[in-house]
């Protein structure tokens, strides 16, 4: 308010000083439109009877008083000078209310739309944990903005066998989702196509890639972990996609990672991949996580790490898989410290048994 008014007192020292052939009227709007869209009706009318005062006293009392003029006269211009600011200023606030309104309702239909795409997303995830015969498992996905980039998903493939998958789409909000639902209906399609067959990992992580590649942009990818544990033997097959490595602590409390050994699905046409088989035994605990969880910051901007989800793990890698997940999540929002999440947090937390 103090610039509008101070420009509104520049105008009428330049106005008194200028000669009297000359009209200062249209160079008060400047200010008072400052003062309407920037503070306030109020504060428009609060400069227009700035001025209006400032017109009285120059007209009627200072030295510039036209002296042939009659008062009528003198009245009749000042009115009209005041009434067209008056008019300017009601105007003015009356349109940006309007913009306000339509502002409001926009971002309130977004809202709706990001509720429904929320809705309709968390049932493509799984709604409860699946029975696998000795393997325990859970997964929780938290969105930074509404919807999620990010995906798991358990998926039965042939008997004996399940297929355990983790996704992270680059970037966030609602272009992310819509490439997390692609993945996600190409992924089921491909892993109903394994049930009529035994299809290899990297076979299907390579039909993956090819069908995400000529969907969507260059600039858009997603890194990918897909393993598949084998009853018998209790073992893991997995393929890693440029995703985060995941973490397999094993009963006796030594770390293994399960690192990258292809590129990010979408990123080229064609890509090979090589996939890994390891053995498990009972206890044994696999944590596949998005960059969410690593790369949460504080109010410092200090990341989360993966040495402390390391620490957590190593110190509390016997409670059940969902307590687990729920722990993980929890000392991350600590960690945080009320800093906004700037990521999807997505974790996938299996147990041999």
């Known amino acids: ?4 008014l101070a420009w509104v007192a520049a105008l009428a020292l330049l106005d008194y000083f200028a000669p009297l052939e000359v009209s200062f009227l249209t160079f008060y709007v400047a200010p008072v439109l400052f003062l309407v869209w920037f503070v306030g009706r109020g504060a428009g009318f609060l400069g227009t009877a700035f001025a209006a005062l400032f017109w009285v006293w120059e007209d009627v009392f200072s030295a510039h008083a036209h002296p042939t003029l009659e008062l009528h006269i003198t009245d009749w211009n000042l009115t009209v000078r005041a009434v067209f600011l008056v008019l300017f200023v009601w105007v003015v606030a009356e349109l940006k209310r309007a913009l306000v309104r339509e502002r409001q309702a926009a971002q309130a239909r977004l809202e709706r739309d990001v509720e429904i795409a929320h809705e309709v997303q ?3 995830f799984p709604l409860r944990d699946p029975e696998i015969p000795g393997l325990e498992c859970h997964g929780v996905c938290l969105p930074a903005q509404g919807v999620s980039g990010d995906y798991y998903d358990f998926l039965p493939l042939e008997a004996g066998r399940t297929g355990i998958a983790v996704g992270d789409v ?3 909000g609602l272009p992310a989702a819509l490439l997390m639902a692609s993945v996600q209906g190409s992924l089921r399609s491909l892993a ?3 049930k009529e067959g035994p299809t290899s990992a990297t076979s299907l992580v390579a039909d993956l890639n090819a069908q ?9 990818f997603t890194t990918f972990f ?7 033997p209790r073992s893991l097959t997995w393929v890693n996609a440029g995703h985060n490595a995941p973490m397999l602590v094993r009963a006796s409390g030594n770390v293994e990672r399960l690192r990258p050994s292809g590129p990010p699905l979408g990123a080229f046409p064609s890509a090979a991949y090589t996939q890994a088989t390891t053995a498990l035994s009972r206890g044994d605990l696999l944590v596949v996580f998005t960059d969410g969880v690593t790369e949460a910051v504080d109010t410092d901007e200090q990341e989360f790490g993966e040495a402390r989800l390391e620490g957590l793990l190593r110190g509390n890698g016997g409670e059940p898989v969902g307590a687990l997940c729920d722990r993980i999540v929890e000392t991350v929002r600590a960690f945080e410290a009320g800093a906004p999440q700037n990521d999807d947090i997505t974790l996938v937390v299996a147990r041999a048994r």
């Open 192 to 194: 109903t196509l394994s």
């Open 122 to 124: 968390t049932r493509l």
């Open 212 to 220: 995400l590649h000529a969907l969507t942009e260059r600039n858009r």
């Open 1 to 4: 308010m103090t610039i509008g």
């Open 170 to 172: 680059a970037g966030k």
């Open 226 to 232: 897909w393993a598949v544990f084998d009853e018998t």
